[in-house]
């Protein structure tokens, strides 16, 4: 099983400011998925980084707003930019693991950013 | 199209027995269950494949409907470490996992 290290765990930011989120796995792996998560609510997926290509990303996320990087195998960034108190939220980075033949994901312990 | 879960949150005493469902308005290729611990990342639980196949925790069992596009997790004599909000996560065959909109447990003493 991957194992993810995320930095920041925590940050609290300005309002206008940008911010970037690592994440290192220490493995080799094709795709990694950021997530957003709001106050008491869901996982809602913002885009796959594949290394070599462009981000993928969901609807209502554009690049502009959350450019990812994905320079290698086990590394990606994703940036947080113009912040506005609406994206206080926790992103998670992820990743697919093999269990017992299928795909699951585990998750980074997050990183839970704060807009003021 | 994020799965809708029932219900919203549940309170149970220990020892008890509990259902989360899950109801998705696309075709499932596989049905994934997360548990996430406040101020936690979540954890993989299970997962159920087309075919009836599933693979995961000893404790827990689910169950997967692809005709009806539902997914049923069954928690029994519960204990207080099930606490947290459960996840179904679906694999639409495209990579993209998407999370249903979370049940939040709480097991009481």
């Known amino acids: 099983s991957a194992v993810i290290s995320q930095k920041p765990s925590r940050d609290i930011c300005q309002r206008g400011t940008s911010l970037t989120i690592q994440c290192q796995v220490d493995?080799?792996?094709?795709?990694m998925f950021w997530y957003r998560q709001q106050p008491g609510q869901s996982l809602t997926l913002i885009a796959t980084?594949?290394?070599?290509?462009?981000?993928?990303?969901e609807s209502g996320f554009v690049i502009d707003k959350f450019p990812i990087s994905r320079p290698n195998l086990t590394f990606s960034t994703l940036t947080v930019s113009n912040m506005s108190p609406e994206d206080s939220s926790i992103y998670l980075c992820s990743v697919e693991v093999r269990y017992s033949g299928a795909n699951v994901l585990t998750f980074g312990a997050g990183s839970r950013l704060t807009v003021l | 199209q994020q799965p809708v879960q029932s219900p919203q949150a549940v309170i149970l005493r220990e020892g008890e027995d509990a259902v989360i469902n899950c109801s998705s308005s696309?075709?499932?290729?596989?049905v994934h269950w997360y548990r996430q611990k406040h101020g936690e990342a979540p954890v993989f639980l299970m997962i159920l494949l087309k075919g009836g196949e599933q693979k995961g925790h000893d404790k827990i069992s689910a169950s997967f409907n692809e005709k009806k596009q539902q997914s049923s997790l069954y928690l029994t004599a519960s204990q207080l470490s099930y606490s947290g909000t459960y996840f179904c996560?679906?694999?639409?065959?495209?990579?993209?996992?998407?999370f249903g909109t979370g049940t939040r447990l709480k097991v009481l003493a």
């Open positions: 996560g679906t694999g639409s065959g495209t990579y993209k996992y998407i």
């Open positions: 696309k075709a499932l290729y596989s």
């Open positions: 493995s080799q792996v094709t795709m």
């Open positions: 980084a594949n290394q070599g290509s462009e981000a993928t990303y």
